[in-house]
C-alpha cells in the first residue's frame, strides 16, 4: 500500500502557484522600471540620433510595455486569494498564470521588435510585431472571459 506522503501529484502545489504569480508581479514591476528607462533613453540619448519615425516606434513599444507591465502587476492579485482554499488547488491560479505568461511574452515580442527596428534593425524582424499583438488580445479575451464567467465566493 503506497504512503499517502509519497503521492505524486500531477498538479502544481499551492505554493508553486504562488510562487509563479508573485514572479508574474515581478515581471511586471520590472518591465515598468524599463519601461521608464526606454522611455528617458528616447526622449534623451536617442531623441537627436533617430528620424521622427523611429522615435514614434520608440515611444509606441514604451506606452504597450508600460500598460501591459500594470496588467502583470495586477494579474497576481486576482488570484492570491484563491489559489488555496482550505489547502486545495484553485484553477483560478493556473488561468491567471497563463494570461499572465501570454502578456509578457506579447511585451517581448511587440515592444521588443519595435524597439529592435527603430535602432535599425533589419525590417523582416518586424513579422514579431503583431505575434505580441495577437498574445495580447488572446490575454485580453481570456482575461474577460475569466471575469465574465466568475462564479460568487461560497462561503466557508
Request: aromatic share 8%; charged share 10%; proline share 6%.
Amino acid at each position: 500500500m503506497p504512503d499517502e506522503d509519497l503521492v505524486i501529484s500531477d498538479q502544481p502545489s499551492p505554493h508553486n502557484k504562488a510562487k509563479t504569480l508573485a514572479r508574474l508581479a515581478a515581471c511586471g514591476a520590472l518591465l515598468a522600471g524599463a519601461a521608464v528607462a526606454m522611455g528617458a533613453f528616447g526622449a534623451h540619448a536617442l531623441r537627436h540620433s533617430l528620424a521622427p519615425e523611429q522615435i514614434a516606434l520608440w515611444q509606441t513599444a514604451v506606452q504597450y510595455q508600460f500598460w501591459h507591465a500594470l496588467a502583470l502587476l495586477l494579474l497576481p492579485t486576482m488570484a492570491l486569494g484563491s489559489v488555496t482554499r482550505g489547502n486545495r488547488i484553485n484553477n483560478n491560479a493556473s488561468g491567471v498564470i497563463r494570461i499572465g505568461v501570454a502578456l509578457a511574452l506579447g511585451v517581448l515580442l511587440f515592444s521588443g521588435s519595435l524597439y529592435a527596428l527603430a535602432l535599425g534593425a533589419p525590417r523582416w524582424l518586424g513579422m514579431l510585431t503583431p505575434f505580441g499583438g495577437v498574445l495580447w488580445l488572446l490575454a485580453w479575451a481570456a482575461l474577460a472571459w475569466r471575469l465574465w464567467s466568475r462564479r460568487a465566493p461560497t462561503p466557508e
